[in-house]
């Protein structure tokens, strides 16, 4: 079928009463006009909304641009501003799902509840140790390893979901938990003979032990954040809470804690914030603060795209797929060493990625083909749901 909105401008421009001449009435800035122009406009940015390859280039990069700036902005020699970070990121992210809200961008955003705020609070805690943990971990670490490191969160939270939510873990499953943990043990050991072989710009001790610091870090960011994806599984039914409800709320809570870690814990003095600020990157440091509360919201959104597009198969895929461009982003940005054991660190942790998406492939597509045989027992409370309902 033919572009309805296009033949209505093609006969209202031309087959109208006035046999195809131009109405003298309708100037430039006329309704019917307007449309004209921005119909081009519209029809592409349809276009674009509908595009598999845009969504998936759109996360991707939003990925990628979030781990590069979260290490430019953490990593001066000098920084130690951690949470005021973090306050500014959770900030920038609350005012600008407020201002989308407002403009219509984001729909159906639920009204602030105290109520539910009360019962969310201790997951914003857990958010709160792992995006702090997050930040110490990339600051001591190159973006490879620690790339290449979170993959032994999945092993974690898939673990917790056996225990908790009574799931279950396939042969491929454990091959891709095998190959990820081979994969962190290759980069930590390339890591450690860097360090020794003088490839790092620090001295050796002091490399060993930035390193040692980091994969202490990298460890309690792995607990920190399987307790909070497991915790809020298990809470965000109860809440009934969508996705951008849940960044509002995230977001919202974590400010005043981050505030007052910040004023507990960091130094505010002139002369450190001189340190952590100097005044030939200052401008550029305070853009990538700004980015990376922006950055949130659009990988929300182009998750949600990339979901809505392509499906969620496609989604994991993309994102084990995705591991390797940011892993090489910190070999071109930044100067983490260019080694054998590096790169097949990193080229392990890729496999290990698309060996688990591959596996989640498998167990959608077993679930789907496998068909009930007997009559399941139901409940004496979910029959009487079920007969409220039908009644």
């Known amino acids: 079928m033919a572009n309805k909105k296009n033949e209505d401008i093609e006969l209202g421009a031309g087959g109208g009463e006035f046999g195809g001449e131009k109405d003298p009435f309708l100037g430039r800035n006329s309704p019917v006009a307007r449309h004209a122009r921005q119909e081009p406009t519209a ?22 641009s979030m781990t590069v700036v979260n290490k430019y902005v953490v990593s001066g ?65 190159s973006v490879p390893v620690y790339t290449i490191f979170k993959n032994l969160t999945i092993i974690v939270i898939a673990y917790g979901e056996v225990l908790w939510f009574g799931g279950s873990v396939s042969p491929i499953t454990l091959l891709s938990f095998g190959l990820m943990v081979l994969s962190s043990v290759v980069a930590a050991w390339a890591d450690i003979q860097a360090a020794i072989d003088g490839h790092h710009s620090a ?138 054991g590096s790169v097949t660190a990193i080229f392990l942790g890729f496999v290990s990625g698309l060996v688990f998406a591959w596996a989640k492939v498998r167990d959608k597509a077993s679930e789907a083909l496998s068909l009930p045989t007997t009559k399941p027992t139901m409940s004496a ?3 009487s749901n079920r007969d409220a309902n039908s009644s």
């Open 77 to 141: 020699t000098e920084w130690n501003l951690n949470f005021f970070y973090l306050a500014v990121q959770s900030l920038v992210c609350t005012l600008a799902i407020l201002a989308f809200n407002q403009t219509g961008f984001i729909k159906n955003l639920a009204p602030f509840d105290s109520v539910k705020a009360k019962k969310w609070f201790p997951i914003s805690l857990l958010l709160v140790g792992m995006i702090y943990t997050g930040a110490k971990a990339l600051q001591f670490l």
């Open 43 to 64: 029809a592409y940015f349809g276009k674009l909304d509908s595009s598999p390859q845009a969504s998936i280039l759109a996360y991707c990069l939003a990925s990628i």
């Open 381 to 383: 409370s979910a029959m």
């Open 203 to 340: 001295d050796t001790s002091d490399a060993l032990s930035t390193l040692n610091a980091g994969y202490a870090w990298m460890g309690i960011n792995v607990i920190c954040t399987s307790a909070y994806v497991l915790g809020m599984r298990k809470v965000i039914k109860k809440m009934n809470f969508k996705d951008y409800d849940t960044m509002f709320y995230n977001n919202l809570l974590t400010i005043p804690v981050l505030v007052v870690f910040s004023l507990f814990f960091e130094d505010w003095s002139s002369e450190n914030m001189a340190k952590n600020f100097p005044e030939e990157t200052r401008n550029k440091l305070f853009v990538g603060m700004v980015y990376s509360g922006l950055c949130a919201i659009f990988i929300s959104y182009c998750s949600a795209w990339c979901i809505r597009i392509t499906s969620s198969t496609t989604y994991s895929m993309v994102g084990a797929l995705n591991k390797l461009p940011i892993a090489l982003s910190g070999l071109i940005f930044f100067d983490a060493p260019v080694t054998f």
